[in-house]
């Protein structure tokens, strides 16, 4: 079992970078495909991007391609997601998702989830 703990949300401008970060207790990161979902106040959950265990192949939900970037360090047990060319539209709880498999995609049930952090987007 892991433990997963995200980091690095807040309050940032449109237009904006964050990156926020996922720290794994319990197992190695390496053991899981990783990704990570999003959820509106009013909206349900979103797939936003995955990326494979070994780190070689990544996915992104079509309004986050190309401004959204998922990555890994296993040696430092962290999974990363880094946000720029931010808009209001991307406000939402972030979490950190795992899929014990080589890939994870987005009509999967994750198998362990972070407690989520908050992003906020101001126009």
């Known amino acids: 079992q892991v433990q997963l703990v995200e980091s690095g949300g807040g309050l940032v401008q449109a237009g904006g970078s964050l990156r926020l970060s996922c720290t794994a207790s319990g197992r190695t990161v390496s053991s899981y495909a990783m990704g990570w979902l999003r959820q509106a106040p009013g909206k349900e959950r979103e797939f936003v991007g995955s990326?494979?265990?070994?780190?070689?192949?990544?996915n992104y939900a079509d309004s986050v391609k190309g401004r959204f970037t998922v990555s890994r360090d296993n040696t430092k047990n962290t999974v990363y997601l880094q946000m720029n060319s931010l808009k209001p539209e991307d406000t939402a709880v972030y979490y950190c998702?795992?899929?014990?498999?080589?890939?994870?995609?987005?009509?999967?049930?994750?198998?362990?989830w972070g407690q989520g952090t908050q992003v906020t987007v101001s126009a």
């Open positions: 998702v795992a899929k014990d498999a080589v890939s994870w995609y987005a009509y999967q049930q994750p198998d362990f």
């Open positions: 990326i494979r265990r070994d780190g070689g192949i990544t």
